[in-house]
C-alpha cells in the first residue's frame, strides 16, 4: 500500500466497535448514559440481546423504496419490464412444447441458441418488481406468463423450457448420452443453464410473488428432472456440470424446503460441482482463468445445500470463495472479472487496459452469495460488500431515463458502457438485470420477533405487520448525511429493540437521538441498540459522517479510486475532439461491447502526487448535491479542450459518458516517461487493431459462440492465465472476412506443446500441417503467421477447423487472428 489513507473495503467484523471505543465486538457495551429524563430509555441487559446472526428477511411486499436513486431505478425498471412483450418471451417455449405461438420470439440471444432464457429471468422480475411496488399491472402479466407456460408444460408431460430441438437432447442425456464442454452439451448452448432460469423463475413467482400454480408447475419440472437423471451416476452427472449450468443446485435445495421432499436436496448434492468445490474446501484458490459467473452460482447452491443439510465444510468453503473473490480479484465498484474471467489475482493489468471488465451478472451473483452469508453470520465484512456493490455496479448499471442495462462496465481509464434496448438485446445481464432494481428493498430491514436492524441507509419503510409497526427511514444521503426513523404503531406503544448499524466507512461513531435527546443505547454486533417502548411517532435521528477515501488497485498498481462512504465517484473524460459515441446496443451478437476507440493515454488526468494530497484538495462543489471538484494535483498530458479542474461525481450518475473510475497514480518526475510509454503501446495496440480482420480466444465464451464453435472429443483450460483449446479429434470456427482483405492467419501457441501433429484446414484446404513446437521459440507464448491461399483471400467467410493426426493432438491454440498485412 502506498498511503495510509488507503482503505481496504471490507474490514473485520469489529471495526465498528473500534469506532465506537469498545474492547470487543460480540459483547453490548452502553453509550450515552446521560438520557433526557423526559424520554425514559430501557437499556437492553447484555444476556437477552438478540444477535444480528438471528435476524430473518421480511417479506418484500412489506418493504417500499419511497425516494432516491433507487427509488428511481425501481420505477424505471418497471417501465422497462412492461415495455417488454410476453408473447415474444414465451414463444420458443410454446414452439418446444408444439404449440403454436402468438408471435415470434426475440432476437438477439433468444433466437441463437439460448432461446428462452430470458422468459425465466422475467418470471423472476415481474415477481420482486410486483412485490416492491404492488403495481396489479405486474402481477397480472405474472398470470399470464404463467398460464401460458402451464399449457406449454402439460403438452410436454412436465417439461418447460425454450432450448432449441430439446426433446432429442434431453433423451440422450437420459440415456447416458453425454457430451459436454465449457458452453455447450451435447451441441446446444448451455442447455442446464438455461432450464436453471425457468427453475428459478418458478420458484420466485412462488415464494416472491405467492402465486400457488407457480409451485405446482415447479414441482411438476422437478419430477420431471428426478427422471430425466435417475439413471445418471454420480460421475456422468458430474460429467454434465463441465458445461455451465447456473444454479441447479440452489433451486433444488429450496425445491426440497419447500416440499419436504429428501430427493431434491440429494439432487442439489448431486449438482455441486467438485471440480470447484474440492479445492474450496481445502482452502484452496484455483479460480484464474474459469469464467468466472459460470462459478459463483455453483457456490450460492453449494451453501443453500449446506445450510440445509448442515455442512460446516461447505459453508466454510463458501466463506473462502467469498473472500477470495471480494478481497483479492474485485474492483472498487464491487464487480470483477474481465472479458468474463477471472484474471490472475497478482496482475490486475487486464482490469485497466481491456475494455470488457466486470460482468454485472457477476456482482447480482456476489450479492446473493454475500447476502446469504450476512444472514447466516451476521458478520458486518457481507454486508459491507453488498452495501458497495448495490450503490456502485448495480445502480450504474441501468440507464436512469430509458432503462437500458449494462453488460460489461469498463475499469480502462476513459472507456464507457453500452446500455441495453428493450426489444433488441436479450443477454444473460438483460436477464439478471431486470431483477437487480427491484431487489433494493431486500437487505434494508431484517428482524427478528422482537427486534429490528436498519441495515441499508435510503429512504424506505417497512410494515412490521406482527408488531403492528410501521418504520420509516428519510434520507438524501449520499447527497446529505442525515437519517431519521419514524416509528408508527396505529398510537398503540410497542417495544422491541431498533438497531442501527455502524457502518465501517463512518469517520467516527454514530450519535443517536430519540425526539431529540441523546438516546441510551448500548452496542453490539456493530450496531447501535435502542430498547423501549416505542410511542407512536417516535424519531431517531443521527448523522452518518462518511470519510473521502482513496483505494488503490488490489495487485498495488498505482491506480487509485476515490470514495465517499460507500460511494464511488467518477470523472467524466474527453477522448477525442467532437466525439459522438453510441451508448445503445443494437440486436447484433456482441452489441453489450464499447468496441469504440479506447482513449489515448495522454488526454487521461492523472493524480499527480501522493493520494493523500489529492484528496485534501478536493473541494465539495454543492452542500446538496455530492460532487467533488479537483483543482490540484491533475495533469493531462494532452487534453482534449481546455480544462483546469476534474469533476468528480458518484459514479452511478455518471452515463453516456466516457468516464474514469481508477485514476492512474505518478509523481512528477515519472509524468513524462508515462505518456511516451502509454502512447507506444496505444500505437501498438492501433496498428494491431487495424489490421485484424476477424480474432478468437479459444476456450472462452463468447468468442466461442459468436464463432460458432464445434468440435469433437476437445477440452479447453488455462495456463499462465491464458485461455487454450485442444482437441484429439477436430474444433472448428467460423471467420469472418467481410472485405476479402484477409492475407493470413496468426496463431499462438505455448512452447511447452511438443510433439503435437495436427492439419490447420480453411474452407476443406489444408493451409498447414503442424507439428508443435513451430520453428524454435524464444517465449513461453509465441505467434506464426500463415499465409492464406489466394481462394481464401477471396472468400467472405472462412471455416477454421484444426485436426488432429492419429493418434497425437491439435493445439493448443491460445489465440486466433485472421489479419491483413
Known sequence: MKTTTIKHWCLATCVSAILLGINGCSQPTEVNQQANPADKVAVTDSSVVQRVADARLFDLQQVRITDGPFAHAMH?????????????????????????????????????????????????????????????????????????????????????????????????????????????????????????????????????????????????????????????????????????????????????????????????????????????????????????????????????????????????????????????????????????????????????????????????????????LFLHTGEQRYLDFYERATYNHILSSQHPEHGGLVYFTSMRPGHYRMYSSVHDSMWCCVGSGIENHSKYGELVFTHTDNAVWVNLFMSATVNWQSKGVVIEQQTRFPDQDEVSLVIGTNDTPATFTLNIRQPEWASKALEVKVNGQPAQAVVADGYVQINRQWQHNDKVTFNLHPELTVEQLPDGQDYYSVLYGPVVMATPVTAFQDEALNFVADDSRMGHIAAGPVCPPEALPIMLGEPQVFLNNLQREDANQLAFIAQNNVAIAEPVKPQSAARLVPFFRLHDSRYQVYWPQLDKSGFDQFVTDASARADNEAALAAMTVDKITPGEQQPEVEHDFKGQDTQAGVNNGRHWRDASGYFQYRLSNPEKRATALRLTYFSGDVDRRFDVLINGEVLASVTLPEGQPEADFYTVDYPLSQAMTTAEELTLKFAAKPGSVAGGIYGIRLIAE
Open 76 to 372: 424505471t425498471n418497471v417501465n422497462y419490464l412492461l415495455a417488454m412483450e410476453p408473447d415474444k418471451l414465451l414463444a420458443p417455449y410454446l414452439r418446444e412444447a408444439g404449440i403454436a405461438a402468438k408471435s415470434e420470439s426475440y432476437g438477439n440471444w433468444e433466437n441463437t441458441g439460448l432461446d428462452g432464457h430470458i422468459g425465466g429471468h422475467y418470471l423472476s422480475a415481474l415477481s420482486l418488481a410486483y412485490a416492491a411496488t404492488g403495481d396489479t399491472s405486474l402481477v397480472e402479466r405474472l398470470d399470464y406468463m404463467l398460464d401460458e407456460l402451464k399449457a406449454a408444460q402439460e403438452a410436454g408431460d412436465g417439461y418447460l423450457g425454450g432450448i432449441p430441438n430439446s426433446a432429442a437432447m434431453w433423451a440422450e442425456i437420459k440415456a447416458g448420452n453425454i457430451n459436454a464442454d465449457l458452453f455447450s452439451l451435447n451441441e446446444r448452448w448451455v442447455p442446464l443453464y438455461n432450464i436453471d432460469k425457468i427453475f428459478h423463475g418458478l420458484r420466485d413467482a412462488y415464494e416472491i410473488a405467492h402465486r400457488e400454480q407457480a409451485k405446482t408447475m415447479l414441482m411438476d419440472l422437478g419430477a420431471w428432472m428426478l427422471d430425466i437423471t435417475a439413471n445418471l451416476s454420480d460421475e456422468q452427472i458430474q460429467q454434465m456440470l463441465y458445461s455451465e449450468h447456473g444454479g441447479l443446485n440452489e433451486v433444488f435445495a429450496d425445491m426440497a424446503n419447500i416440499s419436504g421432499d429428501a430427493r431434491y436436496l440429494a439432487l442439489g448434492r448431486k449438482f455441486t460441482h467438485n471440480t470447484i468445490l474440492d479445492p474450496l474446501t481445502k482452502q484452496q484458490d484455483k479460480l484464474t482463468g474459469l469464467h468466472a459467473n459460470t462459478q459463483i452460482p455453483k457456490i450460492i447452491g453449494a451453501l443453500r445445500v449446506a445450510e440445509l443439510d448442515d455442512d460446516q465444510v461447505w459453508i466454510d468453503a463458501a466463506k473462502f470463495f467469498w473472500q477470495t473473490v471480494t478481497q483479492r480479484r474485485s474492483v472498487s465498484i464491487g464487480g470483477n472479472s474481465v472479458r468474463e474471467h477471472f484474471h490472475d489475482e497478482q496482475d490486475f493489468t487486464p482490469m485497466v487496459e481491456d475494455i470488457e471488465g466486470p460482468e454485472t451478472c457477476n456482482t447480482y451473483n456476489m450479492m446473493k452469495l454475500s447476502k446469504m
